[in-house]
């Protein structure tokens, strides 16, 4: 609707300029005339009178001027707008990992076990150990961003800070999930297989996860 009525305004802006270089040119056109009348009385032939008459017309070049006006107020039929730039297709059965990020940590918990984690389904997670506690396993749940793309690696490391503040640990492993994971777990621990001792007081795990610091987590010795 508003697109008719700008299209309408425009051509009666379009007539109404015709019209107005029809009248001036009339006006000039009689002006012509009565000089050429009044130069009677002078030597001027009425062949060069009317030639005179001829170039003021050709002066006037209304149909350039008018399509100069047009030009201007009304827009080009040949000009169309610019088509929007496509984005690229996403790979077949998969998204694309955002950012380009490999995956996202949904969750980050711990457990006691021996040497080797017990099953998913008989982990203790807590927050709080005993002294005596053996491995203290650090599980991180995450997002595959690879999901039904490709399989994939990411580094991850792991540094535990004792009460102290001193680095006690350092645990460099890679994470490879499969392309139809659409999530995984990693799981590593720090500790002896044997009984304790840990000393009492709050550790840290640093976790950088496909080269980032994602963040610090606590678990406590009392």
Do not use: C
């Amino acid at each position: 609707m508003d697109n008719n009525r700008s299209g309408i305004i425009k051509e009666l802006v379009v007539i109404a300029l015709v019209i107005l270089l029809l009248l001036a040119a009339g006006g000039f056109l009689v002006r012509n005339v009565v000089v050429g009348l009044r130069s009677l009385d002078d030597t001027k032939p009425a062949q060069e009178l009317g030639g005179d008459l001829e170039k003021s017309l050709r002066s006037l070049d209304l149909e350039k001027t008018l399509r100069e006006l047009a030009g201007k107020i009304l827009p080009a039929k040949d000009k169309q707008p610019a088509p929007a730039p496509q984005q690229p297709p996403a790979p077949a059965g998969g998204t694309t990992p955002a950012a380009g990020k490999k995956g996202e940590i949904t969750a980050v918990r711990f457990f006691e076990g021996g040497q080797n984690p017990p099953a998913i389904a008989q982990r203790a997670y807590a927050g709080e150990f005993s002294p005596r506690s053996r491995m203290i396993y650090t599980e991180i749940a995450y997002k595959n961003n690879s999901y039904k793309i490709a399989d994939a690696a990411i580094p991850l490391v792991l540094r535990y800070i004792d009460p102290a503040g001193r680095q006690v640990a350092e645990i460099k492993r890679t994470a490879q999930p499969k392309k139809d994971w659409e999530s995984a777990r990693f799981t590593t621990g720090a500790g002896t297989a044997e009984l304790g001792p840990w000393q009492p007081g709050r550790y840290t795990v640093k976790l950088y996860f496909d080269g980032e610091h994602i963040g610090d987590y606590n678990f406590t010795i009392q």
